[in-house]
Structures are given as C-alpha cells and as structure tokens.
C-alpha cells in the first residue's frame, strides 16, 4: 500500500468497486472490514495496513479486504476507554498465552477481534456522516446522492413523471439553464 493514503480517499476507493460503507447493516456487504490498531501512543498516518480481498474458490468463501487505522478506535489515546486497558491488550499482543499455539500465531488477538467487530460499524459510520456531508463523494455514487436530487429538483426535472434514465445526464447537465428565470441566447439552443 501506499503510504500517502488518505483514511478518507481509501474509503472512497473502496467504495467505487462496490458497496457503500454504513448502509448495509451488515460487516460481510460492506467493501472492507475495518478495524484499529492498537497502540500507546500518537500515529502519524491514519491507515496503518490495507490488504487486499482474496477472491471467492470452490469451497471457500474468500477473505474480505481488511482496513486497519489508527486515528479512530476505542483504544488508544483517542479512544474513550482507559489506557491501562490498552496497556493490557498490548501486553496480550506481545506474548504467547498458551503452549499449544501455532507456530504463526505469537499472539492472543481474541480480544482485539471482538472489539473490531463493533469498532467496525462504528468506523463505517463515521465515513458515512463525512461521505453525506461532501457533494463530491456523493457525485461519484451511480445513485448521486441528495446533491443529485437537490440539482434534479432545482432544474424541475427530479419529479417521479418527469424521470428518464437515457436523458436524464443530459438533463443535469443544463440543469442550470433549466432553472434559470431570465432568457438568453444560451437558452435558445
């Protein structure tokens, strides 16, 4: 991966291959599973690893893309829960807690893997209040988003009768003189 990834642009790659993060409810519809990274102390990069899905064979479901940050989490500096309690999960982390591990396993992630599962909803929501607050992001969706809609209804073309999936790209596109008042000799074309 990159290191000049944005927590924010990732995201919105991830979601141009498919699926939208927060919406679905569930953690296996979305793009990639997120979860944080626990550690003691300040990061200077919001995403500390991406790995890529591996794809779906006969007889395996396939492994989602994983996206771990650092900037948001429960544990942590940022993060509401104690810091003696992110002291614990490091100090798990760093030890091998039984002896019959396997030999790829040196730690005890038990705990990490369940607070990911809620960290995840939690992460993917935090996107999507920033994903609806931008009209940029919302442009880039096939469906367009609210500022799709505010431009449909400011041009009079967003009405259910007035739909029409060939011609509404052309219709947006002179959304503005559509909606304008004054006539002028852009208007007679």
Not at 73 to 94: A, F, K, Q
Not at 147 to 152: F, H, N, P, S
């Amino acid at each position: 991966m990159d290191d000049t990834f944005d927590f924010f642009e990732l995201l919105r790659r991830l979601e141009q291959r498919g699926g939208l993060f927060g919406y679905s409810g569930r953690a296996d519809r979305e793009p990639a599973r997120l979860g944080q990274h626990v550690r003691l102390s300040f990061s200077a990069k919001d995403v500390v690893e991406f790995r890529e899905a591996k794809d779906k064979t006969p007889g395996n479901d396939g492994v989602p893309a994983r996206v771990t940050v650092a900037n948001l989490g429960l544990m942590g500096p940022e993060g509401p829960m104690p810091l003696h309690l992110t002291r614990w999960v490091l100090d798990r982390l760093s030890q091998r807690w039984f002896t019959g591990a396997d030999a790829r396993q040196t730690s005890d992630t038990t705990f990490v893997d369940f607070v990911n599962i809620l960290q995840h909803r939690m992460i993917a929501l935090y996107y999507r209040a920033w994903a609806d607050a931008h009209p940029a992001v919302q442009v880039e969706r096939a469906v367009g988003g609210r500022v799709r809609a505010m431009l449909e209804a400011m041009a009079g073309t967003g009405l259910p009768g007035t739909q029409n999936p060939d011609l509404d790209a052309v219709k947006l596109r002179q959304a503005a003189s559509l909606a304008s008042q004054v006539d002028g000799p852009e208007r007679l074309t």
